[in-house]
Each structure stands twice: as structure tokens, then as C-alpha cells.
């Protein structure tokens, strides 16, 4: 649905993009991660025409964004909702006239508006809340006031510019099971950009990863936690603290795999002892996969490495 | 005396509201024009906005007094004559208008930018932006805006005696001044301090109303 192919930006001379290609599926939650400066904002707003992008293409329901006109942009955009930050309310209308702002721009009928935002309003669970203003309102509150208004044109798609990152973490999450559910249940796709990898642990199923300006990372969520590359490792600032004497061997537990018993199993078989120096188990998406870090003599390498592969464990030595 | 100060005090009021509301008009399409010409505006245009830019700052670093006299051919165009409490509200509005025009576009600036990107998100176009989003979130900066013109102008039009229009100004130094009549000159001073509180309170209340 959402086809990004070598897409390069420039600021005046700086790059902030460079030769981006990546495929959105429908009804997918995608994620997109890096530290502030890396570019995922800038790569958001090319996707509904905010920005607009040097080379390359942004094919979106085979619509090419750089050769939309202004009317056919402003119609385009109907398509794509979008969240923020700072949730970008008017303080000066109440939350019912925020929700129906997008539609009273649209001219829709006032009986279609008034029934449109108070069903939104419930599945954001903010219908009490109808006639208070902004700043009546605690931040996750805002957010899903927000959520309303981007959800009002009946959008395909979904785009959340560090939606969460103003607030704390239990109302990060009541916000992504909010987006969850949405995801779910109307089949909005889902584009997020954050900088907090919880976020992307929490919703998304895929990930790009992106510094400087270029793809250093782009996977499914599990793969791309369960085995790091070292430039993810570096991204996550994670380093294993591991002893120097003998061999470290990491073994990773992809989401479908029996993890709990293999170590033990493992020393009882091969009838060994070892350390288990490092460890790491995580919810992913609703995964938990993680890795596991053992310490052997170097006498007994080969024993455990023949025994770990002979299981089909993704392992490594460190 | 209070047969001098009534008549006073309605020229005082017609000068300064009628200079105030033409100023509005002619500053608030000034703002618009800044707001949109200006870098990262919707329609960002930087030699419209500089030359406005240098007009503005031209015509507000005038000496009102000054300024009157140099307008003197412009009103004499516009209204037949030069002189005269009507005519006093040329070089009124000529000297409050790029002080408008300043003051409601910073008010249009301080409208957070988030609010106008996600303005654009859902497909509004710049009239839309300008007028249904920007104008209606700025309304109370806009609103303090206009209160601070009316007394400004209020004060400048007391220089309007120096080309026959009337008012209190005039009446301060005519009577007060010239004449020695201190009582007179106490007088247009409290009725000036009354007629400035009176207006700043009104425009804190609709302030305070319209700020959500």
C-alpha cells in the first residue's frame, strides 16, 4: 500500500534522507525508530506531503505524492490520518469542535458531524468529555482527542509522530492499546515514529531503523530485538558484561521456541556444568523471545556447540 | 468649563475609535499578507514580506506629529480638507495601522505550529488554515491587540489639535497650558485616565472570556 523507493531528501545541502526503499502492507503496524536528528519525522511527513522529497519515489495507493497537485494533496490527505507530539489541539474549541473540525472543513452535513464524533469520542472513551476544552484535559486525554480528529475522514492509514513521547508510561500504553485496537478493528494502517524502542516492543510488528538519515536496521520487531547487529546493539546502548576466562556462548530463544527447559536440559544431557553469565527475556508484540549468554571451559566448546546445533538453537560465540 | 471638555471628549472618542476600527481593517489584512508571505508561511514569499516589512517599519518610526503634517496632501485628497477632527483620522490610521499590522501578526506567530501542520493533515486549505484555524486560536492576543491600538491611539490623538482636530489633547494644552487654567488641565487628565481604564478593562474582560 505504501511503496518508498530510493527516496532521497535534502535540506539545502544536508542530506537527511538517503535512498530510503521500503514497503507499508495494509493493516500493518510499522514502526519507525532513531535517535532525534536521524530523519523518521521528516520520512513521516513525505508520506502524507508535508515535506516533500529530493528523488526517489513515495507511492502511496498508486498515487505518487510528488506529482500531486495542491487540491489533489488536500484530497489525498483525507486518507491519512495524522497524531502529534504536542496532540496540536485548538485550546479554543471545545473537544467536540476539535473532532469536528475536520469534517465541518469538508462540508459533511451537521447530523453526519454530530454522530461521527460522539461514535469516535466512545471508542476513544472520551464521550463524557465532549463539551470540556484542552487544557481541561490530562495529556493521554488530549492524545485521544487527537486520535479522534485523525480518525474523522475515515483514513486507510495512520501516521503518529512520537504521539507518546509527552507522556508517562502508563498512559503510553493505554495510547498503544488504543491504537492496537484501532488497528484492529477499523484495519487503519499504522505508521509511528518514535525514539522509545518500548513503543516499538509494545505495537509494532515491523521496524526500520534509521540514523543519519539511512536504513541500518529493517525487519520484523522479533528478529530485530531477538538478534541485534552491532549497529542495533550500539542504537540500544546494551553491551553484555561477560567474563574473560573461557568461552561465552550466546544462544538466542526466537518467539517460538520451548525456551525453559533447553539450558537445563542441556546440563543434564551433557552431564556439565556452566554459567549463565548474561540474560535477557523480553515481551515483544506479545512474543517473548531474548538471548542467553553462557560461560564454558574451552575444553568443553565443541561438546555444547555440536549440542546446540544439532537442536537448531541460533547461537554465537562472543 | 465642562462645555469645553464634552465636546472634547466626544471628539477625543470619535477620533480614536473611528482611527482604530479603519486601522484594524487596513493592519489585519497587513498581518494576513505578513503571516502568509513570511518564511515557513503557507505561501512564503520573502520580497512581498521584506518590502512590506520595510513599509511597516518606515511608517511606524515616524514621529506621529510628523507624520500628520507629511499626510497632509493624502488627507487633503481622501477628504477634501486638512485640517478638522475628521481629518485628524487619516494620519491616525496611517500611523496606528502598521502598529496593528505588527502587533496581530506576532499574535499569529505565537499560534503553535503543531496546530497548523495538523490543520494541513486533514486536508484544510490555507484560507481555511488562516481563517478557521490561526484567527480563532490567536483571538485573545488578537483582542489584547486591539485594546493596546485604542489607547495608543488615544494618546496619539491628542497631537490632533495640532492640525485643528479637537479633543482633550487639544483642550490640555489650549486651556491648561496657554491659559494657565490648571483645573481644566486636572480635569482632561482624569477624564483621559478614566476614558484608558475604561477601555483597558473592557478589553481584559473579553480577554478573559475568550481565553479557553
Known amino acids: 500500500m505504501i511503496n518508498i523507493k530510493n527516496l532521497d531528501k535534502y535540506y539545502s545541502d544536508t542530506k537527511v534522507l538517503n535512498n530510503i526503499s521500503i514497503d507499508i502492507k495494509k493493516g500493518e503496524i510499522f514502526a519507525i525508530v532513531g535517535h532525534s536528528g536521524a530523519g523518521k519525522s521528516t520520512l513521516l511527513r513525505c508520506i502524507n506531503g508535508l515535506e516533500d522529497y529530493s528523488d526517489g519515489s513515495l507511492i502511496v495507493n498508486n498515487k505518487e505524492i510528488k506529482a500531486l497537485g495542491k487540491d489533489q494533496l488536500r484530497e489525498f490527505r483525507k486518507n491519512i490520518g495524522m497524531i502529534f507530539q504536542h496532540f496540536s489541539l485548538i485550546q479554543r474549541k471545545t473537544v467536540f469542535e476539535n473532532v469536528a473540525l475536520p469534517m465541518q472543513l469538508w462540508g459533511f452535513k451537521k447530523e453526519v458531524i454530530l454522530k461521527k464524533v460522539k461514535d469516535l469520542l466512545e471508542l476513544v472513551g472520551l464521550d463524557k468529555k465532549i463539551d470540556a476544552y484542552p487544557n481541561q484535559l490530562s495529556g493521554g486525554q488530549k492524545q485521544r482527542v487527537a486520535i479522534a480528529r485523525a480518525l474523522t475522514l475515515d483514513p486507510d492509514i495512520l501516521l503518529s509522530d512520537e504521539a507518546t513521547s509527552a507522556l508517562d508510561p502508563n498512559t503510553t500504553t493505554s495510547i498503544l492499546n488504543l491504537l492496537k485496537e484501532i488497528n484492529e478493528k477499523l484495519n487503519i494502517t499504522i505508521i509511528l515514529v518514535t525514539h522509545e524502542m518500548e513503543v516499538v516492543k509494545q505495537i509494532a510488528q515491523k521496524a526500520l531503523l534509521l540514523e543519519h538519515g539511512n536504513i541500518i536496521g529493517f525487519d520484523d520487531t522479533e528478529e530485530l530485538f531477538l538478534k541485534p547487529d552491532l549497529k542495533m546493539k550500539e542504537f540500544l546502548g546494551e553491551t553484555e558484561v561477560v567474563p574473560n576466562e573461557g568461552v561465552n556462548i550466546k544462544i538466542y530463544f526466537p518467539k517460538d521456541n520451548a525456551f525453559q527447559s533447553f539450558i537445563t536440559k542441556m546440563a543434564r544431557e551433557l552431564d556439565m556444568d556452566f554459567n549463565i553469565v548474561w540474560g535477557k527475556l523480553e515481551e515483544i508484540n506479545t512474543h517473548i523471545v531474548g538471548n542467553m549468554v553462557i560461560n564454558i571451559e574451552e575444553k568443553d566448546k565443541e561438546k555444547v556447540t555440536n549440542y546446540i546445533k544439532e537442536h537448531k538453537i541460533i547461537w554465537e560465540v562472543l | ?212
Open chain 2, 1 to 212: 468649563m465642562f462645555d469645553i471638555l464634552f465636546p472634547a471628549l466626544g471628539e477625543t472618542i470619535y477620533m480614536s475609535f473611528v482611527s482604530t476600527f479603519l486601522a484594524l481593517i487596513i493592519g489585519f489584512f497587513l498581518a494576513i499578507v505578513l503571516t502568509l508571505t513570511s518564511k515557513g508561511g503557507l505561501k512564503e514569499n520573502l520580497k512581498v514580506y521584506s518590502i512590506l516589512d520595510v513599509v511597516i517599519n518606515t511608517l511606524r518610526s515616524f514621529p506621529f506629529i510628523i507624520l500628520m503634517i507629511v499626510l497632509f496632501p493624502v488627507t487633503k485628497f481622501l477628504i477634501g480638507k486638512s485640517i478638522g477632527t475628521t481629518a485628524a483620522i487619516i494620519p491616525l490610521t496611517i500611523g496606528a495601522a502598521p502598529f496593528v499590522a505588527r502587533l496581530i501578526e506576532s499574535a499569529l506567530k505565537e499560534v503553535e505550529i503543531g496546530v497548523i501542520e495538523a490543520a494541513k493533515s486533514f486536508g484544510a486549505s490555507d484560507f481555511q488554515i488562516i481563517f478557521k484555524v490561526m484567527l480563532v486560536e490567536a483571538l485573545p492576543a488578537i483582542i489584547s491587540a486591539i485594546t493596546l491600538t485604542l489607547i495608543t491611539v488615544i494618546g496619539f490623538s491628542a497631537m490632533a489639535g495640532a492640525v485643528g482636530g479637537g479633543g482633550l489633547g487639544d483642550v490640555a494644552i489650549k486651556y491648561g497650558y496657554y491659559r494657565f487654567q490648571t483645573d481644566t488641565m486636572i480635569y482632561t487628565v482624569l477624564i483621559l485616565i478614566a476614558l484608558v481604564q475604561i477601555c483597558q478593562s473592557l478589553g481584559d474582560y473579553l480577554y478573559k472570556i475568550t481565553k479557553k
